[in-house]
T-cell receptor, first 111, second 112 residues
């Protein structure tokens, strides 16, 4: 079945440093979504990428979808303590609303 | 709108006990799913539903049952709890044709 792998599992950075998490799928994806989960909270939708090679920005966050639509990345520029949490990518399977999540990357930011 | 509501928030069970985790959404979403979250494992899909009366298995369905008698409700039943089912459980819903999954606040389950 479809698998979505995400690296790294953990990342500790100093406030102001950049951060990147990578997501790879075993199959071609129709789209990819990114979610953020604050400590003790629930996942919250950030963005969806649909087109091959697509790049989207949300303030300091840059999301990319690979040309082959099998990988994606999330880059945060100049991290802040509010960026702390676990970031998940998720690939959609077919047209059922069924989402397959990666393992997540937990980001810690030292002030 | 309350969104997706899960109850209870916390539960401790003894091995072999059964219980039902409740999930209700008031957004009239067609798709609903149950995930479990374990350290280092991300969110793993247990069961999902594309509409009332229709359910299917996800990645880790063993030990769990679901039913979807109404659009709003999607309960998850643990038939005979085992320590391996200690986890945080999330329910999510998605509107047909849309993108964003809305998650409940989660149920933290401990099986002793």
């Amino acid at each position: 079945g479809q698998q979505v792998m995400q690296i790294p599992q953990y990342q500790h950075v100093q406030e102001g440093e950049d951060f990147t998490t990578y997501c790879n799928s075993s199959t071609t994806l129709s789209n990819i979504q990114w979610y953020k989960q604050r400590p003790g909270g629930h996942p919250v939708f950030l963005i969806q990428l649909v087109k091959s090679g697509e790049v989207k920005k949300q303030k300091r966050l840059t999301f990319q979808f690979g040309e082959a639509k099998k990988n994606s990345s999330l880059h945060i520029t100049a991290t802040q303590t509010t960026d702390v949490g676990t970031y998940f990518c998720a690939g959609k399977s077919g047209n059922t609303g069924k989402l397959i999540f990666g393992q997540g990357t937990t980001l810690q930011v030292k002030p | 709108n309350a969104g997706v509501t899960q109850t209870p928030k916390f539960q401790v069970l003894k091995t072999g006990q059964s219980m039902t985790l409740q999930c209700a959404q008031d957004m009239n979403h067609e798709y609903m799913s149950w995930y479990r979250q374990d350290p280092g494992m991300g969110l793993r899909l247990i069961h999902y539903s594309v509409g009332a009366g229709i359910t299917d298995q996800g990645e880790v369905p063993n030990g769990y049952n679901v039913s979807r008698s109404t659009t709003e409700d999607f309960p998850l039943r643990l038939l005979s709890a085992a320590p391996s089912q200690t986890s945080v459980y999330f329910c999510a819903s998605v509107r047909q044709g849309a993108t964003e999954a809305f998650f409940g606040q989660g149920t933290r389950l401990t099986v002793v």
